[in-house]
T-cell receptor, first 115, second 113 residues
Framework: DVKVTQSSRYLVKRTGEKVFLECVQDMDHENMFWYRQDPGLGLRLIYF???????EKGDIPEGYSVSREKKERFSLILESASTNQTSMYLC??????????????FGPGTRLTVL | GNSVTQMEGPVTLSEEAFLTINCTYT??????LFWYVQYPGEGLQLLLK?????DKGSNKGFEATYRKETTSFHLEKGSVQVSDSAVYFC????????????FGTGTRLLVSP
């Protein structure tokens, strides 16, 4: 089974802190994604990566950055957390061969609260 | 650009009732269409998909038919169970090259015994 894991299920941080959210997949997938999920807004793409050290902005990249140093790991970084970044963050991955059919495999999510 | 519109929830049903969750889309070309499900406390998982017009996706008793003439992909199930309580997301992607998924806002389904 494909397994996508995220470093924390729940996280509480203070305004201005630097926050790292980690995602690891164990199926050698080329493509990885970070979304945020908010009520009434569905899932919105923050960043994605189609190869090691490659990254592309999604629809809402402002206030975020990412890092992909190894194929299995994709990190989301909040340089200076703000209260409007309180949300559920979901990581996903998919192999290149399935990109056209877009069956993405999701982690369980990290619920981040910024106080 | 591409977009997905799905009915607002929550949808509240009794066990064994018939379920329909409406989904319509706007897209150029011939997108692929998906339904993802999110059970409480979990990430999303693919429920079913259809990649061309008139295709029917099905899984776990759920069905959806890709209707190009009405740009719709409604989710149906003949008899829901309490265990179907979840949030359902309709999504689409283009069919050429690397295409991002575009999600609807999600519809919460609550099934009572």
């Amino acid at each position: 089974d494909v397994k996508v894991t995220q470093s924390s299920r729940y996280l509480v941080k203070r305004t201005g802190e630097k926050v790292f959210l980690e995602c690891v997949q164990d199926m050698d997938h080329e493509n990885m994604f970070w979304y945020r999920q908010d009520p009434g807004l569905g899932l919105r793409l923050i960043y994605f990566s189609y190869d090691v050290k490659m990254k592309e902005k999604g629809d809402i990249p402002e206030g975020y950055s990412v890092s992909r140093e190894k194929k299995e790991r994709f990190s989301l970084i909040l340089e200076s957390a703000s209260t409007n970044q309180t949300s559920m963050y979901l990581c996903a991955s998919t192999p290149t061969g399935l990109a056209g059919t877009n069956e993405q495999f999701f982690g369980p999510g990290t619920r981040l609260t910024v106080l | 650009g591409n977009s997905v519109t799905q009915m607002e929830g929550p949808v509240t049903l009794s066990e064994e009732a018939f379920l329909t969750i409406n989904c319509t889309y706007t897209a150029t070309g011939y997108p692929s269409l998906f339904w993802y499900v999110q059970y409480p406390g979990e990430g999303l998982q693919l429920l079913l998909k259809a990649t061309k017009a008139d295709d029917k996706g099905s899984n776990k008793g759920f069905e959806a038919t890709y209707r190009k003439e009405t740009t719709s992909f409604h989710l149906e199930k003949g008899s829901v169970q309490v265990s179907d309580s979840a949030v359902y997301f309709c999504a689409l992607s283009g069919n050429t090259g690397f295409q991002k998924l575009v999600f609807g806002t999600g519809t919460r389904l609550l099934v009572s015994p």
